[in-house]
T-cell receptor, first 112, second 113 residues
Framework: SQQGEEDPQALSIQEGENATMNCSYK?????LQWYRQNSGRGLVHLIL?????REKHSGRLRVTLDTSKKSSSLLITASRAADTASYFC????????????FGSGTRLQVQP | IAGITQAPTSQILAAGRRMTLRCTQD?????MYWYRQDLGLGLRLIHY???????GKGEVPDGYSVSRANTDDFPLTLASAVPSQTSVYFC????????????FGPGTRLTVL
């Protein structure tokens, strides 16, 4: 079963607009990570937010985490055509099965 | 520095055949992972290794085996391939512990006929 579920499954926006993707997870986590995957490629880490953090920024990326609602959001500001990719959230834990559990991803299409 | 490499890039395999997917990292990471990615299902963990000499089962381990004889290599073996194992397989590594950032290989596209 998936730990994270992204919403929406697909998103199409115009270049320059902001893109917001949401992630919900089921069990407790120590951190929530977001990854990007270009078509036919491996995943690339974007940003990690720990369970004791509520918001984190990295360049045009802004991530929030609400542990009470078991949800996270990824905001990409001023999107570019090169941001077109699939985005995955993944929950990390320190105990139990020691690996990330990924959601099914959001496919983002940025129209030039 | 290559990072993490996988071989082969793609493979078509007859059902019942044995196949080993190779994964090598040069970052001296302690932990390594194998995932499979199927359309609409995201990535699912097959097996993992927290350190050389140890391995563990993930979410979907049946039909797969792994070994971790040294830090750098983490091969995934399909003893007798079945069509349901058609997927894209990704190897990943992290410096240590499950909460670290994971670094992914380019993937192996496997088709079992």
């Amino acid at each position: 079963s998936q730990q994270g579920e992204e919403d929406p499954q697909a998103l199409s926006i115009q270049e320059g607009e902001n893109a917001t993707m949401n992630c919900s997870y089921k069990t407790s986590i120590n951190n929530l990570q977001w990854y990007r995957q270009n078509s036919g490629r491996g995943l690339v880490h974007l940003i990690l937010i720990r369970s004791n953090e509520r918001e984190k920024h990295s360049g045009r990326l802004r991530v929030t985490l609400d542990t009470s609602k078991k949800s996270s959001s990824l905001l990409i500001t001023a999107s570019r055509a090169a941001d077109t990719a699939s985005y995955f959230c993944a929950g990390g834990k320190d105990t139990g099965r020691r690996a990330l559990t990924f959601g099914s991803g959001t496919r983002l299409q940025v129209q030039p | 520095i290559a990072g993490i490499t996988q071989a082969p890039t793609s493979q078509i395999l007859a059902a019942g055949r044995r196949m080993t997917l190779r994964c090598t990292q040069d970052m001296r990471h302690n932990a390594m992972y194998w995932y499979r990615q199927d359309l609409g299902l995201g990535l699912r963990l097959i097996h993992y290794s927290n350190t050389a000499g140890t391995t563990g089962k993930g979410e979907v381990p049946d039909g797969y085996s792994v070994s971790r004889a040294n830090t750098d290599d983490f091969p995934l073996t399909l003893a007798s391939a079945v069509p349901s194992q058609t997927s894209v397989y990704f190897c990943a590594s992290s410096p240590g512990g499950n909460t670290d950032t994971q670094y992914f290989g380019p993937g192996t596209r496997l088709t079992v006929l």
